[in-house]
C-alpha cells in the first residue's frame, strides 16, 4: 500500500465519490438521504469547481477513500462542504483528513478566500473536535453569511479566518 494521494475531482470518480459519501451518511450514520437529495453530487464540476471553489478526492493506490469541497459563496468567502473520509482511514494514523483540509486551505490561501465556514450535523462530533483543532471557531447561525447554503440537518456552524 503506497501513501494517501489529493488530487482534483474528475468526473471519472463520479460513481466512486458518490457510493463513498452515501455510505457514510446512511451506513454509518444512519442519516436519511438519497443521491437524489444531493444534486450537487451529480454536478461536481458545474456545483464546486467554479469560481474559487473545487472538489478534491484523497486516494490510497487507486481506491477513494475521502473527499472534501470548496463551494465559493462569493465575497472572498467559501463554504466547506462534503468532507468525508472512510471509517478505517480516520484519524492520525493516516492523516486524510488532515491532507485534504491542508489542501483545501492552501487552496483558499492562492484563492485569495479570507473566511471558510462550514455546517455539520449533531452526529458528527468527531468531526467537530476535528476542524476546532484546525482553529475553526463555533458561531452562531444568524452569524452565517447570506450566501451560505445551510442544509436542512445542520444544527452547529463554523468560521475559519484563513490567514
Known sequence: MSGITIEAYTDIHKNDVADLILS?????????????????????????????????????????????????????????????VRKDYRG??????????????????HKGITEIFLGTTEKFVAAQRFYEKNGFQEIQKQELPETFPVMEVDIKFYRLAVE
Request: hydrophobic share 40%.
Open 24 to 84: 457514510i451518511q446512511t451506513g454509518e450514520f444512519g442519516i436519511p438521504i438519497t443521491l437524489g437529495l444531493q444534486p450537487d453530487l451529480n454536478a461536481i464540476p458545474e456545483f464546486y469547481q467554479t469560481n474559487n471553489g473545487n472538489f478534491w478526492i484523497a486516494k490510497i493506490d487507486e481506491e477513494i477513500i475521502g473527499t472534501i469541497s470548496l463551494l465559493d459563496i462569493g465575497n472572498r468567502q467559501g463554504a466547506l462542504r462534503k468532507m468525508f
Open 92 to 109: 492520525k494514523e493516516f492523516g486524510a483528513g488532515q491532507k485534504l483540509l491542508t489542501t483545501l486551505l492552501e487552496w483558499s490561501k
